[in-house]
């Protein structure tokens, strides 16, 4: 049987008893979201919100045809057409999962320089700076796509770069200037506000998602080793079924044995002509006696597993046990020119145990 996470139904967590919803317990320390993880949520959306921009400077580059006068509709459509399919083209192979996880951010970076380079273009080509709105924009939402420091921080100075180099060629009034320079500062302020608001929030829910992944891993192996338990607990019952029709089945015809040599060595019948065969008879009595304490000893064996088992005190006569035990093993001693003998201590005539 495999048991896996989709095995583990983790049942809603009820509220309290005033109508509030029940605390969430945080994670563990040990657990925190690492830029792997953040990688992959920033892949996962790769796709969609580069397609978004992309249809939006598809709009927009079709619009400039028809909107922006000449001389500057024809190169700022292009411009801007270009970058749609640039954008565009980063987003088709997203889709496609030929983007790896760990150049997520390089991509969603290279669709926000080629934002940028098309903001900057119209900038230098119109020569107006009311274009610099553009720029806002771009650095806002730069906040909302990216879950990396470095990355984050490296456009911030692309964009600061950027701004710098338009200043020195575009003809400007200082006022404005100022202005727009503002503008981009409280862009950047709010960028950056969002992006810790993101980084923060996305690192929790990951730690939660890995909380979860531990706690359902758990869940899983401790059903494994309670259904590994329960198959232990059948094969104990079936094993001790097993020995409890085998001490029947044995002590049926044991009794049979040994009531027949008791039978014999009273002469019931009639008189035994060799006295050897008295001891035999005698021999016969006590293995059987042996087999029949075995057996018994089977029984309690599985009595003590189950924790059933009863301790009585019981006398013994110790030569006697010692001449039985003799007479199981002299016949083979015999055959192998063994002499075994027994001595007992008249202290020990009886033993109690």
Request: with cysteine.
């Amino acid at each position: 049987m495999k048991i896996g996470p989709a095995d583990v139904n983790t049942p809603p967590k009820p509220d309290n008893a005033d109508g509030s919803p029940q605390e969430i317990v945080a994670p563990d320390a040990g657990v925190s979201a690492l830029q792997a993880d953040r990688n992959e949520i920033t892949c996962d959306a790769l796709g969609i919100s580069t397609a978004i921009v992309a249809a939006i400077y598809l709009l927009l580059g079709v619009s400039h045809v028809f909107f922006v006068p000449p001389p500057h509709s024809v190169p700022i459509a292009a411009s801007t057409l270009l970058s749609a399919f640039l954008i565009g083209t980063v987003s088709v192979l997203s889709y496609r999962s030929l983007i790896p996880v760990r150049a997520a951010n390089p991509s969603i970076f290279f669709a926000a320089l080629v934002a940028l380079a098309n903001a900057a273009m119209h900038i230098y080509l119109t020569d107006d700076l009311m274009q610099t709105t553009n720029l806002a924009l771009i650095l806002i939402g730069w906040g909302l796509f990216v879950l990396s420091t470095s990355w984050f921080i490296m456009f911030l100075c692309c964009a600061a770069v950027t701004w710098l180099v338009l200043q020195q060629l575009v003809t400007y009034d200082a006022q404005l200037v100022n202005h727009y320079t503002f503008m981009l500062i409280s862009a950047a302020g709010i960028s950056t506000v969002t992006f810790i608001a993101r980084f923060k929030t996305y690192n929790r829910v990951i730690a939660y998602r890995k909380h979860d992944l531990q706690v359902q891993e758990s869940l899983r192996q401790a059903m494994a080793r309670g259904f590994e338990a329960d198959i232990a607990e059948e094969r104990n019952d079936a094993k001790d079924t097993f020995i409890a029709h085998l001490s029947h089945e044995l002590r049926t015809p044991l009794n049979a044995v040994v009531g027949f040599a008791q039978t014999m060595k009273m002469e019931t019948m009639g008189p035994i002509g060799n006295p050897k065969y008295l001891e035999y008879v005698q021999d016969i009595t006590d293995a059987g006696n042996h087999l029949t304490s075995i057996l018994e000893d089977l029984h309690d064996l599985v009595l003590v597993e189950k924790g059933q088992l009863k301790v009585t005190l019981a006398t013994f006569d110790v030569p006697k046990v010692l001449e039985s035990c003799m007479s199981l093993v002299e016949h083979r001693a015999t055959a192998k020119n063994i002499q075994i003998q027994t001595e007992c201590d008249s202290a020990l005539a009886f033993l109690s145990s």
